[in-house]
């Protein structure tokens, strides 16, 4: 599928999601440009590669007059660009509405979820591909099978990982209100956010609408977690024309003509139930069971949560007609994504990086590290800005307790609204945690921090960053020098 050849410019263009479009647009025909405040590998090699015409900080007399301007969230009310798309009267949206217009097909699945949405739609998209589905699709991340992070294609599918943060600055709705699904993987519901959702029933509703915006012929594939958090009393679940979750089970069509949704989970109730999990430092090995039929599944990826993603994955490709067979070799042949668990040193030592920037993330990558490691574990946390919010402080009790030591740095800096509480800082934070963790410790400077974990660690040690952002080098920092001392 080819377009017109149009110009596009993206504002914040080296932003996972944002380059991942600019890449797909780039294939398509169009002239692409991009603009950010800084560029770094791997995503400023994949734009240079491509041909993407790209610079670093904001230079209006660059763009022209594109077709369409792209408006990341990184522009400012004062940003010289975004002042002059407003000026010049420039087309604009937002990326969430970009994929609403150019990558939303008749059959959208949706894959959301307060935490395993990002893995999930990339795992769904390897399988339908596999499946020659052949989707056009987009999720926030880079994938270890070397797939583009977004692609148009000309199939009647597609597959969208549904964010629940804001869309813009102009639009305070979920980015997934934009994706009008027909199959929705819902993965978990856990109060996040608190700087756009500032009470759990607010977040709750956002996914309770997404749930309501299904038609009655699609499809709601949730996880047993998931349900029980929204199996409440809802006018948004109760009222005509939505579907009644409590009440609706198994996939069965029901007296009004509504699929129920499928569920999956621990639960031998469910749908689909996983069981007989083996975890070990080379993946996964565990059982789905559904309808009687028990199908084994081996991936190499880790974490027992990874079980409940896989189980969430499998069923609703299995829902829509793509064979067991062909799904679990899907599965054993993805190789998960950059930064969920990605092990960057496998020595005497190893090293993880993962995106768990909330304190129910980073517990479940620590567990799992704990269930498959004997030696003891460093873990090197920064919160994204809702979990520096004092509102989230309750959130990080035992949070952290399969870690033996927990080390905040230096926290990215935030802008400050003065009519709100101070964001957590990253000494303050290491006081909360240490309420409930005997070992927690603040290092205002990186370069105190890696020398701090080269004398400590010992063989079998492993040390895990638990964080959005990039931790300014420091896990390539510790890699070298661990490598160093290793290669003695």
Known sequence: ?????????????????????????????????????????PISTHLKIAGVDFYPGWHPEKLGTPDLVVVGNVASSTNPEWLYVQEKRLNFKSYPEVIAEYFVKKNSIVCAGTYGKSTSTTLLTWILKEAEFNPSYMFGGLSLNEIPAAEMTGSDWSILEGDE???????????????????????????DHADVYPTEQKYFEAFEKLVAAVPKNGLVVISEQALKVL????????????????????????????????????????????????????????????????YHIAS?????????????????AHQIGISPEKII????EFKGMKRRLEKRLDGAITIFDD???????????????????????????????????????????????????VIIPRLTKIKADPDEEPALEGEELAKIIS??????????????????????????????????????????????????????
């Not at 943060?165 to 109060?191: A, E, G, M, N, Q």
């Not at 031998?268 to 309808?291: C, E, M, P, R």
């Not at 190499?300 to 609703?316: Q, R, V």
């Not at 070799?329 to 054993?332: C, D, G, P, V």
């Open 231 to 294: 199996n409440h009393p809802s006018p948004l679940l109760r009222k005509e024309g939505t579907i009644d979750l409590p009440l609706r089970r198994g996939g069965v069509p029901t007296e009004e003509g509504r699929r129920g949704p499928v569920i999956y989970g621990k639960n031998s109730a469910n749908n689909y139930t996983y069981t007989n999990i083996v975890q070990s430092k080379n993946g996964l090995d565990f059982d789905i069971i559904h309808k009687g039929n028990t």
């Open 329 to 332: 070799s899907s599965i054993a």
């Open 1 to 41: 599928m080819t377009m017109e050849a149009k110009k596009i410019h993206f504002i914040g263009i080296c932003g996972v999601a944002m380059s991942a479009l600019a890449l797909a647009f780039k294939k398509q025909g169009w002239q692409v440009t991009g603009s950010d405040a800084g560029f770094y590998p």
């Open 435 to 488: 309420e409930t963790h005997s070992n927690a410790r603040y290092f205002e400077e990186d370069e105190k921090l890696i020398a701090y974990l080269k004398q400590k660690t010992r063989a079998n040690d492993v040390v895990v960053f638990l964080g959005s952002h990039g931790f300014r080098g420091m896990i390539d920092e510790l890699v070298h020098k661990v490598c160093k001392v290793e290669s003695l």
């Open 165 to 191: 943060y804001k869309t813009s600055r102009w639009d305070s709705s979920p980015k997934f209100s934009h994706y009008s699904p027909s199959h929705l993987l819902l993965t978990s519901v856990i109060w």
């Open 355 to 405: 995106i768990a920037h909330s304190p129910a993330k980073a517990k479940a990558v620590l567990q799992t590290l704990r269930q498959i490691y004997t030696g003891k574990i460093y873990a090197v946390f920064e919160p994204n800005t809702g979990n520096r919010r004092p509102e989230a402080t309750p959130w990080y009790k035992n949070s952290f307790s399969s870690a033996d030591e």
């Open 300 to 316: 190499s990826c880790l974490g027992e949560y990874m079980a409940d993603n896989i189980t969430g994955s499998f069923a609703l």
